[in-house]
């Protein structure tokens, strides 16, 4: 026991599983715990000579850029949670996103916006309203054609809300022509970006005196693209991720729905399968006033054929 203690006090790369029973048990008692050798990332990666990002290459050679970088690496090391879960819905979350991005002619690489606006998680909810994968505000959802309201809420519609990502981000591009320049611009503004290329003469974010968090944003997205290519840099070894599981069928609906639990029954799921497959539904029915057309999904579930 003593020996265990003093490796565990020495930080050595193995983490042991001690029972409490073992500090007052009998030593056969204690001869019987099993502890596990487990690979234990005590150091971020090193700062990388350069990371490619929408067509440019971002050097790190100059020594505030290789500080504001390095920052960034050991916040991913050590943010274990955010980290593991973002690995585990990568798969998912980027099979539906990147080819709407690729149709829309927005660089892959934006993709990364989500994991600093979201964590991936399609159901984030910031303390400013801000709401889904991409983040929306209320108003600026709708200024994009999202619709925005107590029955549906198109920010959580995973499909409709990377388009309304893609116009804001083409729209931005057009008028900053770099793509960093327009992610700093997904944080901080368009308005507050163009201002400050004004003020200080410069024109892309990266040469910018910015306010902390949207000097961090842009380094934030380098290293997301960095950890999601190399986790294992990180210390990350996650196998087990969460799947996409395509949709069983897409049905198209112009007409109120009085019971969303009828609703999903009538389609051979359950209220919670629907709910989750289409999470900007956001009561239990659907009045549709207006008669709008809108499409629901009806999802394969893992419990389909058992």
């Keep these: 026991m003593r020996k265990i203690l003093h490796l565990c006090a020495m930080n050595k790369p193995l983490v042991y599983l001690l029972l409490t029973c073992c500090l007052t048990a009998p030593a056969a008692a204690c001869a019987q715990v099993v502890y596990v050798p487990e690979e234990v990332h005590f150091q971020a990666p090193r700062v990388p000579d350069f990371v490619e990002f929408a067509g440019q290459t971002y ?4 020594p505030d850029l290789y500080e504001r970088m390095d920052r960034e690496l050991i ?4 943010g274990h949670t955010n980290s593991t879960l973002m690995l585990k819905r990568a798969e998912r979350i980027f099979r539906q996103i990147v080819p709407i991005l690729k149709e829309n002619g927005v660089p892959e690489d934006l993709k990364y916006l989500m994991a600093i606006e979201s ?3 399609p159901k984030a909810y910031s303390t400013a309203g801000a709401a889904g994968l991409w983040q929306f505000m209320k108003a600026t ?3 994009y054609g999202l619709e925005v309201g107590s029955e549906v809420d198109e920010r959580y519609n995973i499909e409709k809300a990377t388009v309304a990502a893609c116009k804001y981000l083409k729209e931005a591009y057009a008028k900053y022509g770099d793509w960093m320049t327009v992610a700093a611009s997904y944080n901080a503004g368009q308005g507050g970006i163009s201002k400050r290329i004004g003020d200080q003469r410069q024109k892309k974010a990266m040469d910018l005196f910015l306010p902390t968090e949207t000097s961090r ?3 934030r997205i380098l290293t997301a693209k960095y950890f999601f290519e190399h986790p294992e840099d990180f210390g990350f070894h996650v ?3 969460y799947p996409y599981l395509p949709p069983k069928e897409t049905v198209t609906v112009s007409e109120p729905i009085p019971n969303l639990t009828d609703f999903a029954e009538e389609h051979g799921t359950t209220y919670f399968f629907l709910k989750e497959a289409n999470l900007w539904l956001r009561s239990d029915k659907l009045t549709n006033k207006a008669a709008k057309t809108y499409r629901i999904i009806i999802p394969t579930t893992e419990y389909d054929g058992m």
Excluded: A, E, I, W
Aim: glycine share 4%.
């Design 75 to 78: 916040n991913f090391t050590y």
């Design 217 to 219: 944003y842009m380094f």
């Design 59 to 62: 050097r790190f050679d100059r």
């Design 119 to 121: 964590n991936l998680d």
């Design 141 to 143: 959802g709708q200024q």
């Design 239 to 241: 196998t087990d991720t």
